[in-house]
């Protein structure tokens, strides 16, 4: 069982910036698969960005070069850096880890708005 923590969510203006953070618990996280999703109000979760355990990475077209996602292995912790933030980047984020399982955090709310 992983347990995921997420925080940093809040309101900011557009082209603004924030950083998410999540936590997770487990002494193997340096293997784990971690991804952020997001889900706006009326659509389908979609995934944001992932990082594999040897730190690559993939992002969805429409965050490329705005987003970046990261890893620290030593504070079992992923981030994902947002900068240039729009409108349509509004969702619940939400961490997400496959390792022997798949596991979901509890969401943080982003807001986009002036």
């Known amino acids: 069982q992983v347990q995921l923590v997420e925080s940093g969510g809040g309101l900011v203006q557009p082209g603004g910036s924030l950083r998410l953070s999540c936590a997770a618990s487990g002494t193997f996280f340096r293997f784990y698969v971690m991804a952020w999703y997001r889900q706006a109000p009326g659509k389908q979760r979609e995934l944001v960005a992932g990082?594999?355990?040897?730190?690559?990475?993939n992002y969805v077209d429409s965050v490329k070069g705005r987003f970046t996602i990261s890893r620290d292995n030593a504070k079992n912790t992923v981030y994902l850096q947002m900068n240039s933030l729009k409108s349509e980047d509004t969702a619940v984020y939400y961490c997400?880890?496959?390792?022997?399982?798949?596991?979901w955090g509890q969401g943080t709310q982003v807001t986009v708005s002036s």
């Open positions: 997400n880890c496959q390792w022997r399982g798949e596991y």
């Open positions: 990082i594999a355990s040897g730190s690559s990475t």
